[in-house]
């Protein structure tokens, strides 16, 4: 079965078709990363995190899988509602809400939620019929570039004296949450959360607080590097492991986001124009940090970027955005063959924190998403799956609309 990992793709063809800069979004591949994740994690049911990439087709595609979701704001109710998504398969998991972001989710369905402190806690006395509640644990962890436990979280020592507090107000308890940080390099933090967590379930569990749920976030990383499949199976060895100590009967939920969706799109955009300065050839391309390379500035990543059809011997070179300013450069000595205008840059890897993130600054339209599904053996019939949509609902790609119509 093929994926974004395994196909060849004509890059020209599709550019002479649906224009530059484009985006790719493959269907196959998301099924296929959801696939190794649940075979990673069998017992794990997986809430799809929306954050990186909230796309409708990877909403449909992973409802297809039989996926959960994670949301987080009211935009991402309303994309899992005009989904169809079961609301019973949704989380709501920003730590700090408004009274109206509770209210909307409760309204759609989606009746836990996390919290990390007591202020936090009493917004729910309201809802205190319909809401439950999930502790987040604050694990610092400083071998990832995003280390989320410093925004949220309670410390470990005061979970307890939060359980006792969500208690005394009457509010229903459905367990803890935590997430150590995005694109982790290995599952040492995610082991050592799971096993403080099993000892504040057993200090509650003294004290008649029943916790039923562990919720062992996101961070499951994505080769940036390589471009290759990660050996997701490897990496959640010991996960498993220490699932497997956790007291019987505990649900365990996990937020994927980067794992599912990253490898699931590419990115093509095109050489407007070249000059030589301070000894390097610069390329301007029609794509840069403001848009789909954004992830290069807000997620702290590099994208493998490649020039497909470029031959010839190799130079430092420059790649440069398509914005007037001089942070929009997206590789500063990367080795290239020398480039001609209309020539192609390809970078992979560009489905997570990519797209979501960009900016239309400079009155820069966002780059379209090109849906296509690789799994489709048959170049004709690869060709019938392609449908090019806006990057977003509000902002119509023109140039892209004047092409499906
Ligand atoms: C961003 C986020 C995720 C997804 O994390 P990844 O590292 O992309 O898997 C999951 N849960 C929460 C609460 C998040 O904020």
């Keep these: 079965m093929n994926n974004l990992f395994t196909a060849n793709l004509d890059y020209r063809s599709l550019v002479r078709k ?10 196959a591949t998301i099924r296929h990363q959801y696939r190794s994740l649940k075979s990673a994690l069998p017992n794990v049911t997986l809430h799809y995190a929306l954050k990186p990439l909230p796309h409708p087709e990877v909403v449909s595609v992973l409802m297809e899988e039989g996926a959960s979701f994670d949301l987080a704001t009211k935009g991402e109710v309303d994309l899992v509602r005009s989904a169809g998504v079961d609301p019973i398969t949704c989380i709501h998991t920003h730590p700090i809400k408004k009274d109206d972001e509770i209210s909307y989710a409760l309204d759609y369905g989606c009746s836990v939620f996390v919290v990390d402190n007591e202020e936090e806690v009493k917004k729910f006395i309201p809802y205190r019929r319909d809401a439950r509640l999930l502790i987040r644990v604050s694990f610092p962890n400083p071998e ?22 969500v208690k005394r107000l009457g509010l229903e308890i459905a367990g803890l949450s935590f997430h150590v940080g995005s694109q982790v390099p290995n599952a040492r933090r995610h082991c050592e959360a799971i096993s403080q967590c099993a000892e504040i379930i057993r200090a509650a569990a003294e004290e008649g607080i029943e916790i039923g749920v562990l919720d062992i976030g996101g961070g499951f990383p994505v080769d940036y590097a390589g471009a290759r499949e990660t050996d997701i199976g490897a990496f959640c060895a010991p996960i498993r492991e220490a699932l497997a100590q956790l007291p019987e009967g505990i649900r365990i939920i996990a937020e994927p986001g980067r794992f599912i969706s990253a490898p699931a799109m590419l990115n093509i955009c095109t050489v407007v124009g070249k000059a030589e300065r301070f000894g390097k050839p610069w390329y301007y391309l029609d794509d840069g940090v403001y848009c789909s390379y954004s992830g290069q500035i807000f997620d702290h990543v590099t994208y493998p970027k490649s020039a497909p059809y470029a031959m010839g011997p190799v130079r430092e070179s420059v790649l440069a955005g398509p914005t007037c300013d001089s942070i929009d450069i997206i590789a500063e000595n990367i080795m290239l063959p020398e480039l001609h205008v209309d020539d192609i840059i390809v970078g992979k890897m560009m489905g997570a924190y990519t797209i979501s993130t960009a900016t ?16 489709r053996d048959h170049p004709d019939e690869l060709e019938r799956q392609f449908r090019l949509e806006p990057a977003t609902r509000e902002h119509c ?3 892209a609309l004047r092409l499906v119509s």
């Design 18 to 27: 649906y224009g530059s800069p484009l985006l790719l979004l493959d269907r």
């Design 144 to 165: 990832t570039p995003v280390d989320l436990s410093k925004k949220f979280g309670v410390l470990p020592e005061n979970c307890l004296g939060l359980l006792r507090y």
């Design 360 to 375: 239309e600054f400079n009155f820069i339209r966002k780059t379209g998403i090109l849906l296509i599904d690789t799994d």
């Design 397 to 399: 790609h023109q140039r």
